[in-house]
């Protein structure tokens, strides 16, 4: 079985006054999922007027094959055709949500939801860019004489280098589950581990106060 995740983005233009039968008709796809084998998570996002017209649903897998045997179950085809009287426009992709090199600030590259919730990568990149900022620019500081500017542009470009070059690959290994789990967690874990990373992140706020006074 695969180690990646996929995830089915499906758009649809819905007639404004069948809106609400859609809704129902969500909530019973969402219950077919949770009986199926290797679903992981269902989300819908609405139409939002003056923006976008049409609804976007995102289902996801923990592999390939299970998102292969819905895509060709009898279920999804009964769900498809209970709509089509009032949808138009229906567009499929799927893509891979594996859970390394997603760390990026939101800044994704990769299309689709392979991505950690935007909370996460901010604390996280907190975590990483904070301390290595702050080195640097002490670092920097004794080596070089040179206007505030240009310091500040130096040090940007060393922490910015460290930080997406070596921490967050790291990162990304060392908390992938945390980040982009193939299953949804623990309540505690998930509160956990992000109470461990602000923790983190005040020690070294304690640390710096402490040797650097200026």
């Not at 976007?56 to 094959?65: C, L, M």
């Not at 996280?124 to 002490?138: D, Q, R, S």
């Not at 940007?156 to 921490?167: H, Q």
């Not at 193939?182 to 998930?190: G, R």
Request: proline share 7%; hydrophobic share 45%; charged share 15%.
């Amino acid at each position: 079985m695969s180690t990646d995740g996929v995830a089915f983005v499906s758009t649809r233009w819905v007639q404004p006054d069948h809106e609400p039968q859609y809704l129902q008709w969500s909530e019973k796809v969402g219950a077919q999922l949770s009986r199926t084998p290797g679903f992981v998570a269902h989300e819908q996002l609405p139409a939002v007027q003056g923006q976008q017209d049409f609804w976007t649903q995102i289902v996801k897998f923990d592999s390939k094959e299970a998102s292969e045997d819905w895509a060709r179950s009898s279920q999804l085809a009964e769900l498809l055709a209970e709509i089509e009287p009032y949808t138009r426009d229906s567009e499929l992709s799927s893509v891979r949500i594996g859970q390394q090199d997603w760390l990026n600030f939101g800044l994704s590259t990769k299309p689709g939801p392979g991505a950690p919730t935007k909370w996460k990568q901010l604390i996280t990149g907190i975590m990483a860019l904070y301390p290595t900022v702050i080195i640097a620019h002490e670092i920097l500081g004794q080596l070089v004489t040179v206007p505030f500017a240009l310091s500040t542009l130096l040090t940007n470009a060393i922490a910015m280098s460290l930080v997406m070059l070596i921490w967050l690959p790291q990162l990304s290994k060392l908390l992938g589950g945390w980040l982009l789990p193939i299953k949804p967690l623990p309540p505690a874990t998930t509160i956990g581990v992000a109470a461990a990373i602000l923790g983190i992140i005040g020690g070294c706020l304690l640390i710096f106060l402490q040797l650097f006074t200026s």
